[in-house]
């Protein structure tokens, strides 16, 4: 846990502008953060989302002073903290796993980063109350941490980390211990506390729904490297990589050659874009949700569509999945659940799509 003995700030400081630059860190032969550059500005919610091992974690332990970077700047509102400890910089960690005191009941637990800085007890005991007023827990100050459910647990947390005001906020898979519906409420609840506080945070994930619904801007990394900033939309909508595409929503993936001219020829199909990517072996990609299903399947089916066969169907929250097969391609529809007729398994229907909803990208090398 973060000490926060001589915090250099007072309370009620601002939130702070986070910029890191040129950070790498190795272990041994992995690069965990390779040459990773990133401003947050005050205020702004980022969330650090990718797979497992591609370097969240310890870009967020170097920002939080928990570890030095081998090379690179961590600068907070403009000053170069690389060197300075954890405990002395403006910034406190909600972890996945609380990191509370059992021993010390709920609002002692709030108390503790106050206590360190000798903060009086009136004042102590007003801005307790008013973090668990944020929290939506105010009666609970004097029980036991250990009596509380694991969501109050993590709320208790989060009052801790707020009570005294960092000018950053970094929460570590903070809502993952949580069951889904819990994990729900929470993810809207930190976003309005977020919100109201304007602290600068950053939330490292690998879940992308979490990331999408909370963040301002989210960092999409693979290997260490940032492969795209951006908003939930510009991610989702306009993936700069393939890597970006596959890993944020879902796709219908098909390959074929690029002509150069925004098209890409499959066997079965040929796929047309409203942007040009180079010529060569080419992926095409469509967001389930914008293939278009019709039983309409009279005259030839034509450029971005594909007749086929119905091969599941399956209810799936506020969509049905279709799934077809054509032509050796299987294809996934989803259709919202508007009380429109569905196609039934064996079905011949039509799949189509708008070029505007085309993704291409050249095949990466290894793939074929
Ligand atoms: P993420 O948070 O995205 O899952 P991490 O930052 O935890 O990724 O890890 C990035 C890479 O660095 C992984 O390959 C991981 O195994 C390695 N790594 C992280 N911390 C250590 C460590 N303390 N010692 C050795 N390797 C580490």
Redesign the pocket.
Known sequence: MTLLTERPHSPGSSSADVELIGLAKR??G?V?VDNLSLTVPAGEFVALL?P???????TLRILAGLEQPDQGQVRLSGTDVTGVPAHRRDIHTVFQSYALFPHLNVADNIAFPLRQRGVPRAEIRSRVADALALVHLPAVGNQAVAGLSGGQQQRIALARAIVDRPGVLLLDEPLSALDRGLRQAMQVELRLLQQDLGITTVL?THDQEEALSLADRIVIMADGKVEQLGTAEQVYDHPASLFVARFVGEQNEISGDSDGQGRVDHPAVMVAADRTIEAGPAIALIRPEHVRVSDDIAGAAGVNSIDGIVRGVSIAGISSAVLVHCRGLNLLARIPRDGRTLPRVGDQIRCSWDPAHVRMFPTPGGES
């Open positions: 272990y041994g992995t965990a990718g497992s091992g591609c370097g969240k974690s310890t490292v």
